[in-house]
C-alpha cells in the first residue's frame, strides 16, 4: 500500500503553524493523537473530500456531524446562493429566522420558543446562563467526558475523586467559577443522587449530551435518562439536553424523540446550520421568557440569525424532513456496521463499536465501554494504526479515537463496501 502523497498539505501546515497557533483553528483537527499531517481539504462534494494534493477522501467526519446530506447539497448551496445576494446580515430580524425557529420547534415537542446563536459553545453557555438565572441558583451537574463547547462553565470534567469541587481542565478558567460545576459519572445515577445531596437547593440544572459523542459514541442506559428526569424534577433543577451532535441525527426530533423524555432546554448546533455557523437554544416557555428583553437574562449576538446561515440551515432541515429520510440513513449504517463487525471480527484484533443510528465509534478495546473512564481504557496507538491505515486507502475518519464517525445520506452502498474493505485492508497489518 502506497503512502499517501501530501506534499502541499506538508507545506501549508508548515505556513499556518508559522501564523496559526498549532495551525488550526480548532485543536483536534492537528492529528496530534494519531500523528502525521493534517489534510488541507481543496473541496467537498456528496461523500468525499478533496484536499490540496488531488487526494480524495470517502469522508467520515462530516465536518464532526454536520453534513448529514453530504457536501455541497445542491439545495443547500442554493439556499445560500439565493441569500447572498439580498445581502449578508442586517442586525434586525427576518423571516428566515421564524421559519427556522419553526421548523426546529415542529421537530421537538419540548421546544415551545428558541434563540438562534452562531455555534454550539454559544448555545450551550447561554442555555446554562440561562437555568442560572431562571432558577436562582449557581451550581450545574455535568458529566466527565461530555462536551458543552469551551465556555468556562463547561470545561471542567473532574476526577472521579472531585465529586463534589470541579476543577477546570484549562488555565484561564478561574476555580472560582469551575467549583460551580459539579461532574458526574455517565450512566451511574446514584453519582447524580449524590451530588444533589450534598448540593440540596444549590444545582440549578443537569447538562448531559443524551448521546455522548465527545468521548466516542456512548449509549445511555436504560432508564439513565429518565432518572436524570425524575431528579431534577423532584429537586426544581432544570435538565439541558445538549444535542448539538444528536439533534437531527439520530432521528429527526434527537434523542429526545428517540427515548422519549422531554428536557427543560435543549441545545442545538451542527446540522441546524447545514455547514454554516449557527447554534440554538430552547425549551419551556416559561424559562426562555427569562431571557432579554423579555426577561432579565442577557444574551446577545450581532450575527445571531445570520440570513446565509439561516437558508442553509432551512434548506439542510426541510431536506432531512421529508419522508423516509432517517430510514434510509439507517439502512446505509447498518449496512456499514454489519460489514465492519464482519471486518473486526475476522481481524481478532479486540474492539467494541457503540452505535445510535448513524453516528458510530469503534474503541479498541475489549467492551464494554458505557462512560469516560472505560473509554478511556482504549489503545489509542491501535487506533492511530487502524487511522492511517484507513486513511492510506481513501477514507477519511476522526483524528482521534474519542470522536463519533458519521455516515451521511450521500454514501453510497458502493461507498460502504469500498470503506468495509478498507477496513479489512487496515486491519490485515495488524
Ligand atoms: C460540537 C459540540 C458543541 C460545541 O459546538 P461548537 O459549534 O463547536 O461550538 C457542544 N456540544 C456538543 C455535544 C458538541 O458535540
Request: charged share 20%; proline share 5%.
Amino acid at each position: 500500500m502506497a503512502r499517501l502523497e501530501t506534499k502541499q498539505s506538508k507545506k501549508l501546515f508548515l505556513a499556518a503553524k508559522k501564523i496559526i497557533p498549532g495551525g488550526v483553528n480548532s485543536p483536534v483537527r492537528a492529528f496530534r493523537s494519531v500523528g502525521g499531517t493534517p489534510l488541507f481539504i481543496a473541496r467537498a462534494k456528496g461523500a468525499t473530500v478533496t484536499d490540496v494534493d488531488g487526494n480524495v477522501f470517502l469522508d467520515y467526519v462530516s465536518s464532526w456531524g454536520p453534513m448529514i446530506l453530504g457536501h455541497a447539497h445542491p439545495k443547500v448551496v442554493s439556499a445560500i446562493r439565493g441569500a447572498a445576494g439580498k445581502g449578508t446580515s442586517y442586525g434586525a430580524p427576518t423571516e428566515g429566522e421564524v421559519t427556522l425557529a419553526n421548523l426546529i420547534r415542529g421537530a421537538f415537542p419540548s421546544i415551545s420558543k428558541v434563540r438562534l446563536v452562531s455555534s454550539g459553545t454559544e448555545a450551550a453557555m447561554s442555555a446554562v446562563r440561562l437555568a442560572r438565572g431562571f432558577t436562582g441558583r449557581d451550581k450545574i451537574v455535568k458529566f466527565e467526558g461530555c462536551y458543552h463547547g469551551h465556555a468556562d462553565s463547561m470545561l471542567v470534567k473532574a476526577g472521579s475523586g472531585a465529586l463534589t469541587f470541579g476543577q477546570p481542565d484549562s488555565p484561564g478558567v478561574p476555580a472560582d467559577l469551575a467549583r460551580h460545576t459539579l461532574t458526574a459519572t455517565f450512566n451511574d445515577v446514584a453519582s447524580v443522587r449524590r451530588l444533589f445531596e450534598r448540593n440540596r437547593g444549590k444545582i440549578a440544572a443537569v447538562v448531559v449530551e443524551p448521546v455522548p459523542g465527545n468521548m466516542g459514541v456512548v449509549l445511555p442506559a436504560p432508564g439513565f435518562l429518565d432518572a436524570l428526569r425524575k431528579i431534577t424534577r423532584q429537586e426544581g433543577a432544570l435538565l439541558v439536553f445538549d444535542e448539538v451532535i444528536s439533534g437531527f441525527r439520530v432521528a429527526f426530533g434527537g434523542a429526545q424523540e428517540l427515548f422519549g423524555i422531554a428536557p427543560d432546554l435543549t441545545v442545538l448546533g451542527k446540522i441546524i446550520g447545514g455547514g454554516l455557523p449557527v447554534g440554538a437554544f430552547g425549551g419551556r416557555g416559561d424559562v426562555m421568557d427569562a431571557l432579554s428583553p423579555v426577561g432579565p437574562v442577557y444574551q446577545a449576538g450581532t450575527l445571531s440569525g445570520n440570513p446565509l446561515a439561516v437558508a442553509a440551515g432551512i434548506a439542510c432541515l426541510k431536506e432531512l424532513s421529508r419522508k423516509g429520510t432517517y430510514g434510509k440513513l439507517g439502512e446505509k449504517a447498518d449496512y456499514l456496521a454489519e460489514g465492519l463487525h464482519g471486518a473486526f471480527a475476522k481481524s481478532g484484533v479486540p474492539t467494541w463499536t457503540n452505535r445510535v443510528g448513524s453516528m458510530w465509534t469503534t474503541f479498541f478495546r475489549k467492551g464494554p465501554v458505557v462512560d469516560y473512564a472505560s473509554a478511556k481504557g482504549s489503545d489509542t496507538a491501535a487506533y492511530a494504526k487502524y487511522f492511517h491505515g484507513l486513511l492510506d486507502r481513501g477514507i477519511y475518519t476522526a483524528p482521534s479515537q474519542f470522536e463519533a464517525g458519521f455516515v451521511s445520506l450521500a454514501h453510497t452502498r458502493k461507498d460502504l463496501d469500498r470503506t468495509i474493505a478498507a477496513a479489512r485492508g487496515a486491519l490485515a497489518q495488524f
